[in-house]
């Protein structure tokens, strides 16, 4: 069955993405997990456990300042202690928290900004070991995902054990529901547009950070709501991959590959596309070749009761790419879940793979990467597919074509006698004049779109 998108309106004459469903189902799941395990309660301090407990967002500007945090106890339900105005306004919008009983004014430390004797952190352990005591769990484990070591000391100081909660919390958020399918796959609809885009725009002379501005201009005039960021990178600086964008101008020849971030209601993506620049060399085109086939050989194994090391396993060892081990290679050859936020279980590397296997089931939404440095020295292809898993196999959500190298940019063409006998040349530096034939082809290639 092919997964849906959906229009971002909600409309009376179709059924579309059910909010009210996504947020019981996020926390029936929590809760769910949470009674399986040994813990009383959980605690988080994270941007995205909060939004996938409590169902509240407050804005991106957020995400680094561990400002807010939620508390779910075993057997009731979620309490939010959140950034001043903040709480008044879920007392008023989020009904589903039940006023002032559960949507409270509260603020941590501001990651230590506070002055250390004003007290913020034992106020933050007060307001906790409160309700777990109301709660009859003042004794039992408390589960934490991220935490500043002066919470950590205050709520110890109140007497209660502090374990690891990450588990509980990602355990809950491996398996998507099919409202957060239908999210993630609507957030990749967006970036199939920005790519079309991109593409279109893409040529010798444009610079990389130009391209990231484009990206993220398409992505918030189409909801976005956030674009966390676009990994531009072209030329000699392809191999080695260094994971951020500069502002290099693009040349004639050049590879290019993008890795597009954004969050739509919260959902994200990570979806990379490979292009060569104006024309593709036969070393470029060998490794996109051999990068797309370790792509295709790991999609072909992806089914309920595969594993993360059977799909590992098709990919290449970090020495037969120029790497001394796995963990100088990490992310090159990669796997990661997708969700409300862009590395979640399950995880798929040879780095740890092999020795610890996941089993993959239906549900799951992950993304798969790619990597293959050309034999040049300098140019490196590198692809990025997410894909939903099925009751007999995936189903790919990135849409934008990947199965052969596409050239960008327009091609250069010399005449060469009569205006009527043209020949592509190699470079625009061969001939003093040139002339674009009418083809009707796309201007970024002489027989279609493909190298």
């Not at 952190?121 to 777990?132: G, H, N, P, S, Y």
């Not at 849409?399 to 063409?413: C, D, I, T």
Request: proline share 5%; net charge negative.
């Amino acid at each position: 069955m092919s997964i849906r998108t959906y229009g971002a309106n909600a409309v009376d004459w179709e059924k579309r993405i059910d909010l009210d469903r996504l947020r019981r189902d996020r926390l029936d799941r929590l809760k769910a997990v949470l009674e399986r395990s040994e813990l009383g309660a959980l605690l988080t301090f994270d941007f995205a456990n909060i939004r996938y407990m409590t169902s509240t967002h407050i804005g991106t500007w957020a995400m680094d300042k561990l400002i807010r945090f939620a508390l779910l106890p075993r057997g009731g339900e979620p309490i939010l202690w959140d950034f001043g105005s903040a709480a008044r306004h879920h007392q008023l919008y989020n009904p589903w928290l039940d006023g002032p009983a559960r949507a409270r004014a509260g603020i941590s430390t501001l990651r230590g900004a506070f002055h250390p004797d004003a007290g913020i952190a034992e106020e933050v352990a007060r307001k906790i070991a409160t309700e777990l005591r109301e709660h009859g769990l003042a004794d039992a484990p408390l589960g934490v995902d991220v935490v500043e070591m002066p919470i950590l000391a205050a709520l110890r100081a109140e007497g209660i054990e502090v374990v690891d909660g990450q588990q509980v919390f990602l355990e809950a958020r491996r398996i998507k529901t099919p409202d957060e399918i239908a999210l993630l796959t609507q957030a990749c609809s967006m970036v199939d547009a920005a790519y079309e885009e991109l593409y279109e725009f893409l040529r010798p002379g444009v610079r990389e950070n130009e391209c990231v501005g484009l990206v993220s201009k398409v992505l918030y005039d189409l909801g976005s709501e956030y674009v966390e960021g676009v990994n531009a990178i072209s030329g000699e600086r392809c191999s080695p991959h260094p994971h951020v964008y500069s502002d290099r101008l693009i040349r004639p020849g050049d590879p290019a590959f993008f890795d597009i971030l954004h969050s739509h209601m919260g959902y994200r993506t990570c979806y990379y596309r490979c292009f060569a620049v104006g024309s593709a060399s036969p070393a470029m085109r060998d490794a996109y070749k051999r990068c797309r086939e370790y792509m295709d050989q790991a999609i072909a194994l992806v089914r309920p009761g595969a594993t993360t090391a059977d799909i590992v396993s098709v990919w290449p060892r970090a020495e037969e790419f120029g790497f001394p081990n796995e963990e100088a290679a990490f992310a090159l050859q990669y796997g990661h879940g997708v969700g409300l936020s862009i590395w979640e279980k399950p995880i798929f590397s040879r780095l740890v793979s092999l020795d610890h296997p996941e089993t993959l089931e239906e549900g799951m939404v992950f993304a798969l990467e790619t990597y293959w440095p050309a034999k040049d020295g300098w140019s490196a292809a590198r692809i990025e597919e997410e894909v939903v898993v099925t009751a007999d196999g995936c189903e790919v959500i990135t849409k934008f074509p990947a199965e052969e190298l596409l050239v960008a940019g327009r091609r250069y063409w010399a005449v060469d006698g009569p205006l009527n006998t043209v020949r592509e040349s190699q470079s625009h530096l061969n001939t003093g004049r040139y002339v674009r034939p009418d083809t009707g082809a796309h201007p970024g290639s002489t027989d279609g779109e493909l190298a």
